[in-house]
């Protein structure tokens, strides 16, 4: 089992950088592969970020690229992901997901690649 509970999020204008974290619990995440999703009012939940469990190989939508950035603390069981230069389009609840078992994969993008999520942080960005 493992637990997932992500924190940072708020209300931030245009332009400004949050760093969510996703605490985690449990033995297995230094070997977990993680992600990040969100989900924006009336939209499916889309793919964000992902890292692999050693945090050598990163994953990002193609259209977050250079503005999020994810990061791992094995030491800390915890989970980061960088947003800086925030858009309105940004807003959503985020979601830290973990995938505890391995397919020989570096990364996972698809939601049901992931066996535990957490409640998710919501973001909201103003213009």
């Known amino acids: 089992q493992v637990q997932l509970v992500e924190s940072g999020g708020g209300l931030v204008q245009a332009g400004a950088s949050l760093r969510l974290s996703c605490a985690a619990s449990?033995?297995?995440?230094?070997?977990?592969?993680m992600g990040w999703f969100r989900q924006a009012p009336g939209k499916e939940r889309e793919f964000v970020a992902a890292i692999r469990w050693s945090g050598t190989s990163l994953y990002y939508a193609d259209s977050l690229k250079g503005r999020f950035t994810i990061s791992r603390d094995n030491t800390k069981n915890t989970l980061y992901l960088q947003m800086n230069n925030l858009k309105p389009e940004d807003t959503a609840v985020y979601y830290c997901?973990?995938?505890?078992?391995?397919?020989?994969?570096?990364?996972?993008?698809?939601?049901?690649?992931?066996?535990?999520w957490g409640q998710g942080t919501q973001v909201t960005v103003s213009s």
């Open positions: 449990g033995r297995t995440f230094s070997s977990s592969a």
């Open positions: 997901a973990a995938r505890t078992t391995s397919s020989g994969s570096y990364y996972y993008a698809a939601e049901y690649e992931y066996d535990y």
